[in-house]
């Protein structure tokens, strides 16, 4: 065998060798990039388009608890602030009613992430409701859209809700990250942060 054909089947064998190891490392990284991205969750049956531009959902004054929301839309990397993302909003009044027919949308909003990739809205902490034989915990439907990222349906939940442990979404090893904290200020009010991760397309 000359010295030539003994080179080229050498990088040839090295080539294919390689193959099996590229797929692994690209594996790997799709399994990290969806480690770090905002789980998904049912759209359920309430959502509605058209959903007016604005920060502040209640906007008929109901009663219940002021509850404000912020947070930072990544994309890509799940570090790069993503402007401009398009966030609807939507969840039931304080005695888990939705607003499915008027022209009022109440508790429902569009809002849009600014140049630094943050969002933020006012509403009330939504109330529960029972669905079959057990109440879901209060939540927030998100349907968030950016270009060049997989648009994301998902729900937000609330910690010490008692409620999450019987509801088979909330209590979904993946709904965890999206179970948070909310303080509260000495007239009652609450307030959180919901950081959400995009997934690329």
């Known amino acids: 065998m000359s010295h030539t054909r003994r080179e080229f089947i050498t990088k040839l064998l090295t080539i294919v060798a390689a193959i099996p190891l590229i797929g692994v490392v690209a ?15 049912i759209l359920g049956p309430f959502y509605r388009e058209n959903t007016p531009t604005r920060t502040d959902l209640n906007v008929n004054n109901q009663t219940g608890t002021e509850l404000k929301i912020n947070g930072t839309v990544y994309g890509v990397d799940c570090k790069t602030p993503l402007n401009n993302a398009r966030i609807e909003i939507w969840h039931a009044n304080d005695s888990g009613d939705y607003d499915n027919s008027t022209n009022d949308f109440e508790f429902r909003g569009t809002v849009n992430s600014d140049s630094n990739g943050k969002y933020n809205f006012t509403t009330i902490v939504p109330g529960s409701y029972l669905n079959g034989s057990t109440y879901r915990p209060s939540h927030i439907h998100f349907k968030i859209t950016a270009s060049g990222h997989k648009q994301l349906v998902t729900q937000l939940y609330f910690q010490g809700d008692p409620n999450i442990d019987s509801d088979p979404w ?20 609450k307030s959180g942060t919901f950081d959400i991760k995009m997934m690329p397309d």
Do not use: H
Not at 173 to 189: F, M, V
């Open 27 to 41: 594996c790997k990284k799709k399994r990290e990039l969806k480690k770090c991205t905002t789980s998904d969750d």
């Open 170 to 189: 909330a209590s979904d090893e993946e709904a965890e990250e999206r179970i948070i904290t909310l303080s509260e200020d000495s007239n009652g009010n």
